[in-house]
């Protein structure tokens, strides 16, 4: 066990849950440090923030793989992980039309597919201050939906045990919180919600979603062991599904995808560079 590990031992303990607790309060924790980073970098330039989400997807994606589908598969073989993967894709998609994500950019300037408040919508109506604030709230009802695959993974990632990788998971999806903090806080101030308030929501609301599915993730594979290969291929496939359909396009949405991609191999430099240091 490396040093990383013994410390983080000897500060929680043994026990996958607490760990699993402890794991989803750090990861809420970079959220908040992300949405308050809104109090000293009030006006990011759309360029700056691509790159940011680049990163953002680039370290999730290596995370997937390095912390959940290989450790998945040593687990438990190649067909429970394939499962777990159909599963949290097929899952994901659902929540997608359950809650249809609405893309206000984090600038508070809609894609060239989105209309501006007070100009007509594609069906020929226009959008005023409400409409436009009730696309903020549902963009921030969608980033909570996506959150929980990631406060699931860090959970099932403690509770398989396995330290050298669950450690890394943990500082990868909380690395990757500090942009999607930051980006839900911009759209809720240019929607007229309050910086600071909004501030405080956003690290609450990550909270509220991250921390009890971690423990829920944790628990269920301590109690049923057999899961685990299921589980991580579920939360891997949950969180690629995020990266595929939401933080790349996000990020290629507004002219800057030299940026973004630049940002995503760098998150998987990080990433790799972090689990190797790490394990």
């Not at 809650?99 to 809609?110: A, S």
């Not at 109690?223 to 996000?250: C, K």
Request: aromatic share 6%; hydrophobic share 55%; glycine share 12%.
């Amino acid at each position: 066990m490396s040093a990383a590990s013994d410390a983080f031992v000897s500060l929680v303990g043994s026990d996958p849950v607490w760990q699993a607790l402890a794991g989803g309060v750090v990861i809420a924790a970079f959220n908040l440090a992300g949405a308050l980073g809104i109090l000293v970098w009030r006006n990011p330039s759309e360029r700056a923030l691509d790159g940011a989400l680049g990163f953002a997807a680039g370290v999730m994606l290596a995370a997937s793989f390095t912390s959940l589908i290989l450790p998945g598969i040593e687990a438990g073989g190649l067909v429970p992980v394939l499962v777990g993967l159909a599963l949290g894709a097929f899952l994901l998609d659902r929540a997608d039309r359950w809650v249809p994500h609405v893309h206000v950019l984090v600038t508070g300037r809609p894609r060239a597919d989105a209309s501006q408040p007070g100009e007509e919508a594609p069906d020929g109506s226009r959008l005023d201050d409400a409409g436009r604030l009730s696309g903020v709230l549902l963009f921030i009802v969608a980033i909570t939906l996506h959150n929980m695959p990631e406060g699931l993974a860090v959970g099932v990632g403690f509770g398989s045990g396995r330290l050298a990788e669950a450690l890394p998971l943990m500082l990868a999806i909380g690395i990757q919180n500090v942009p999607e903090g930051l980006a839900v806080a911009i759209a809720a101030r240019n929607a007229g919600l309050g910086s600071r308030f909004y501030a405080m929501v956003t690290g609450l609301r990550a909270g509220l979603v991250e921390v009890p599915l971690a423990v829920l993730g944790a628990w269920a594979v301590v109690v049923a062991a057999p899961l685990l290969p299921y589980a991580m291929g579920f939360a891997a496939g949950a969180m690629l599904y995020v990266i595929s359909d939401e933080i790349i396009p996000e990020s290629h949405a507004r002219g800057y995808e030299r940026v973004a991609t630049l940002g995503t191999m760098a998150g998987l430099m990080v990433m790799l560079t972090l689990d190797v240091a790490l394990g």
